[in-house]
C-alpha cells in the first residue's frame, strides 16, 4: 500500500512500480486512474490559459491545481511544449502525425519562442514524453503507434515545407498521434 504522507509524484511512482510488477491491489488501480485524472486535468487547465493568452511573454502560466504537487513546478519544458502546440497543433492536415516530425517542427520554432530563449532543447524522447501528454489533453489526439501511409499522411500538409523531414518509406511502424474521429 502507498504512503498517504508522500507527494504526488512519488506517490505514482510507487503505483506505477507495483503494477509493473504485478503486486498491485484494487486500491492501488484506482489511485493511479484518479491520479491520471487529476494530472490530465493540470493540462487541459495550462492549455486552456496557453489558448487565452495567459501565457504570453512576461505573464506566467498559472493553475488552480499547485504545480508542484505534481513535479512540474519550473517545468519550463513542458510550458514550452504546451505553446508549441498552442501555435501548430490546429493547423496540422495529417491524421496520423509521426512523434518525430512534430520534433522536427519543434526545433525548428524552438528559436522563433520569445519565452523560450536560453531554455534547454530537448531529446526526441524527452519532447515524446510531453508533446504526447499535451497533444492527446483535449482528446482530439490519441497517441498511436501506425504505419504512415498515403491513408493516413497522404493529404497536403503545409508545414511539412517548414523542416527538412519526408514521409517514411520504409513502412516500419511509428509512434505519434492520431486524430480522433468523431
Same mark, same amino acid.
Given at each position: ?9 512519488? @506517490? ?41 493568452? @495567459? ?17 512540474? &513546478? ?7 511544449? &504546451? ?41 526526441? &524522447? @524527452? ?56
Amino acid at each position: 500500500m502507498i504512503s498517504t504522507t508522500r507527494h504526488t509524484p512519488a @506517490a505514482v511512482q510507487e503505483l506505477l512500480s507495483s503494477v509493473a510488477h504485478g503486486t498491485a491491489t484494487l486500491d492501488e488501480l484506482r489511485n493511479l486512474v484518479a491520479a491520471q485524472v487529476v494530472l490530465d486535468e493540470l493540462v487541459r487547465s495550462c492549455l486552456e490559459q496557453l489558448r487565452d493568452g @495567459a501565457g504570453s511573454a512576461g505573464s506566467p502560466v498559472h493553475s488552480e491545481t499547485p504545480a508542484a504537487d505534481f513535479g512540474w &513546478a519550473g517545468d519550463a519544458s513542458a510550458i514550452q511544449v &504546451a505553446r508549441f502546440w498552442a501555435a501548430f497543433g490546429g493547423l496540422l492536415a495529417w491524421d496520423f502525425v509521426p512523434t518525430d516530425f512534430l520534433h522536427a517542427l519543434y526545433l525548428d520554432w524552438r528559436p522563433s519562442d520569445p519565452d523560450g530563449r536560453g531554455s534547454v532543447e530537448l531529446t526526441s &524522447a @524527452a519532447f515524446a514524453r510531453r508533446i504526447n501528454v499535451t497533444a492527446t489533453a483535449d482528446g482530439s489526439w490519441a497517441y498511436a503507434r501506425m504505419r504512415g501511409s498515403r491513408q493516413t499522411m497522404g493529404a497536403f500538409e503545409p508545414l511539412l515545407d517548414r523542416v527538412e523531414w519526408e514521409i517514411p518509406a520504409d513502412g516500419r511502424a511509428r509512434y505519434g498521434i492520431r486524430r480522433v474521429q468523431a
